[in-house]
């Protein structure tokens, strides 16, 4: 069966974008850029809300981005060759290939998704997380904790909610962003 695993940036304090809605919290670092294709490499299938999908989708529709560098490029594949699933109410149409669109997040089709998907599922978004969680759905959750602090905002983890996790791996990176992974034990 395959693992969902949410995977977000998140600033010290736990926000993954400040009260102003912008989340570039940390300029650009090649080594964790190219850890973050590393993990893309490894997916299936995204599943995301509708603003991450939107700020995403660049990577197939925006050709000049990956024209930037060989690791601009090298996401741009890893992330385009990966089925994507976006939940959304309002979004008309998927603007990538390989994309369907759903009007409500139905756990019992995530669950059979993770039973019969050939690799791993991220899910994106925390409000698409958040339900993911309260529904025992998450397996692991990875976070790049980034080296701000912002006072506010979005959180990156669910609230209302008790999940106990188990840490499996962390690494620290010269710009002082920290990977932490962690396996859900539930609530």
């Not at 979005?154 to 992974?181: A, S």
């Amino acid at each position: 069966m395959a693992k969902l695993i949410y995977v977000t940036n998140v600033s010290l304090d736990g926000y993954i974008e400040d009260e102003r809605g912008a989340f570039d919290m940390v300029p650009l670092d090649d080594e964790v850029f190219a850890f973050h294709t590393d993990l893309v490499r490894s997916v299936g299938t995204f599943l995301y809300g509708r603003r991450l999908y939107e700020a995403m989708a660049v990577w197939e529709t925006d050709a000049a981005l990956a024209a930037k560098s060989d690791l601009m490029a090298d996401f741009a594949n890893a992330w385009q060759a990966a089925s994507k699933v976006v939940y959304s109410e309002n979004l008309p149409a998927a603007s990538t290939a390989d994309t369907r669109l759903e009007r409500r997040f139905d756990p019992a089709a995530v669950q059979e998704l993770k039973a019969t998907a050939s690799g791993d599922l991220h899910v994106g978004g925390a409000n698409l997380a958040t339900q993911a969680f309260k529904a025992g759905l998450v397996d692991e959750c990875q976070l790049f904790i980034l080296p701000v602090v912002v006072g506010g905002g979005k959180p990156g983890l669910p609230t209302g909610m008790r999940e106990n996790l188990e840490l499996l791996d962390e690494r620290r990176f010269r710009n002082g962003v920290v990977h932490l992974r962690y396996r859900s034990l539930g609530q």
